[in-house]
């Protein structure tokens, strides 16, 4: 479980039961720190890369996120259109959730 993601799961609970039940299980995973300077200086490479193709990216969260699990080889398990286009040009490998 990455941190950005651990943030971005945490933040869309509304209720504060649901939130510490939620981190309670999260915190099981094996935890990762998604960001740092190569990976930062990384994901700006991979927004311009994409912007050059006419390729918006959203948001800084998702272009860390994405770069993170290209560099170390992990899978990203998502249902967001966001991370389509990390996919089909930059190499991110993703889990088939059925979308």
Same mark, same amino acid.
């Not at 490479?45 to 193709?53: E, V």
């Given at each position: 479980m990455? =941190?950005?993601?651990l943030?971005?799961v945490?933040r869309?609970?509304?209720?504060?039961?649901?939130? *510490?039940?939620?981190?309670?299980?999260?915190?099981?995973?094996e935890? @990762?720190a998604?960001?740092? &300077? =190569?990976?930062a @200086? &990384?994901?700006a490479?991979?927004?311009?890369?994409?912007?050059? &193709?006419s390729? $918006?990216?959203?948001?800084?969260? =998702?272009a860390?996120?994405a $770069?993170?699990? @290209?560099? *170390?080889?992990?899978?990203?398990?998502? *249902? =967001?259109?966001?991370?389509?286009?990390?996919?089909?040009?930059?190499?991110?490998? @993703?889990?088939?959730?059925?979308?």
């Open positions: 990455g =941190d950005l993601i943030a971005e945490l869309g609970l509304k209720e504060d039961r649901g939130f *510490s039940e939620a981190r309670r299980l999260l915190g099981r995973l935890q @990762v998604f960001c740092g &300077q =190569d990976v @200086v &990384q994901a490479r991979h927004y311009r890369r994409l912007r050059a &193709q390729v $918006t990216v959203r948001g800084a969260n =998702d860390i996120i $770069t993170r699990c @290209v560099i *170390s080889g992990y899978r990203l398990l998502h *249902s =967001d259109r966001d991370f389509d286009p990390f996919e089909k040009h930059l190499g991110l490998r @993703v889990v088939d959730c059925g979308r």
